[in-house]
Structure formats: C-alpha cells, structure tokens
C-alpha cells in the first residue's frame, strides 16, 4: 500500500521512493466505484481501465438491483487473483500469439420477462473455452454460494477460488497442451481417455472414488484430469499467496516464493494449521480444507516448476 500525493487535476503521484509516477484512478474507480486500481497516464489525465478492468468483456445488467454490488464482488475477486500471478511473474497478456484471456460477468435470464430467444433456458455456466472465463453472477451472492457449497458437498466455495480454478484451465491451454503432457499425463492421467463429456457423467452418476483423498486436492479434482489440474492449480494460488500475505504482515519471515515446492509447502502446512484454528475459535470454515499428500504434492511441483519455466 502506498500513499498518492496529489498533483492537481485528477491525476496524483505514487509516493514510491524511485517511482514518483504520474497515476490516475482506473476508470472503473473513478465512476463506477468497483476497482481500486491505477494506471500510468501521460499528461492528459484521462482515465483508462487498469489491466484487470481491460480484460472484462461482459458486465452485469446493471438496470437490476444488486447486479453493481455484484460485478464489485468479482471485480475485487479477479484483482486478487491477478495479483498472485504477477507475484509468480506469470503473463496473462495476449502479445506474442498467445491466447487472450478475457472475462464475461453473467446472470441467469430473469423469470418473468421475455426471454423466449433463448432457447434451452440460456443457463450461465461458469466454465473457460478459449482464453474466455464465464462466472455466473450468481456466485457473488453469498448466500446462493453456501447453498450451493452445501448441496455440492465441498468444503470450500469462494469468488477468488472460481477464478484461481478457471484460470488454471487458461493456462493448461497455454503452458501444457502441446508442451508438457506426456508429463502432465503421467501424474494427472490420461485426458483423452475417458474423454471430459464421459467422465463428467460419470462422477455426477457415481460420485468421487473411495480414496480420493490419497490423490487428489477436492472430490471435484477426481472427476477429470482436467479438473485436477485446475484445482490443484487453484491450491497452488492459495499456497502462493497465503505465503505472501503471511510473510507480510509477520505472521511467518517472508518467503522466498521461488523456493523448492517441499519447502513452500511444510511451511503452508504449519500457516494452514495455525489458521485453521484461529477460524474454528471463531466458529468459521477452515481456510485450508484440504491434506496434501504425496501424490498431492508431486502435481504442485509439476506445476511450481511449469510456473518457475513459464
Ligand atoms: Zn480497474
Ligand atoms: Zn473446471
């Protein structure tokens, strides 16, 4: 956090020593009150989106009571989400052919209006396909979260875990289709076979294995190694940053975050104890549910040192 010195106009300065850049408030702060962000202007003092507005493509209806509070809520869910992959220096830009990455914000059709040209209901799911990430906005009202974190039998729902989930899919495409799955392979299982449509089917027919917990994050991560890759990805997100975190406001020394995974991880493992019991004295869901195993901990390596490369 640092102090903005004003400068006249619209525009302020960061007070970093060596910094001193001229900064104007994203757009979506200065008028719409759902960013905190600033972006570098040179002297016209316009407001632009900052480089997580930018990649919202779609926004809530905001004729509909409630739909700003929740674009705000995901909006402030992406940023943090973001800022973790800045931390492992991981580009989510488009230059250099890579896949664009982009956001659509998307509620359910209303019932009660004319919504006839969609035909088969037009259900949002929350889902990636080709660099764009879907969130039901749904999901930001809380109370339809616990209801669905309840139904779905998970210990966990949150607004930053569906973007650190979907945007392991984003980098599937990017860092292992045709570069390392022979290897993603041999620790995830086969994509290809089953193929995802079957296997989804499958887990919503039977359910997770017995032992799931011996090899997988979440029962979820067991349905596909599709999925096992964007949860694990997404555990691989809550390490980072509650290391990060932890290490700034001096509950642990800071954490050299680009250490071997074992040691990241014993030192998660001990925070993850300590925090866990902190939100149970306070009658609140464990922040970190789950047990890393062996098996566990061989796939998080396989994707620090894919992070590490990248
Ligand atoms: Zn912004
Ligand atoms: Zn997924």
Known sequence: MTALDPSGGD???CSCTGCRSTIVKCKNYAFEKVCNWCVTTDSDGQNQLCRSCELTNVIP???VEGNKQRWAKLEEAKRRMLYTLDLLNLSFDSQNGQLPLSFEFKG????GHNWHHLAGGGQVFTGHANGVITINIQEADSVQREQTRI?????????VGHFRHEIGHYYWERLVAGRSESEFVSLFGDH??????EAKDAYYANG???DWEQHYVTKYASMHPWEDFAETFAAYQDIISMLDTAGHVGLIEPVDLTAQTSSLISTYQRLGMAVNELN??????DPVPFVLTGAINQKVD???ALVRGA
């Open 11 to 13: 525009t302020v300065q």
């Open 61 to 63: 209806d905001l004729s």
């Open 280 to 285: 149970r004295e306070m009658g609140l869901l």
């Open 108 to 111: 359910d059709p209303i019932v």
């Open 208 to 210: 997770p294995a017995v």
């Open 302 to 304: 396989f994707i620090h």
């Open 192 to 197: 290809t076979n089953p193929g995802y449509a």
């Open 151 to 159: 139904q779905m039998g998970e210990d966990l729902r949150t607004l």
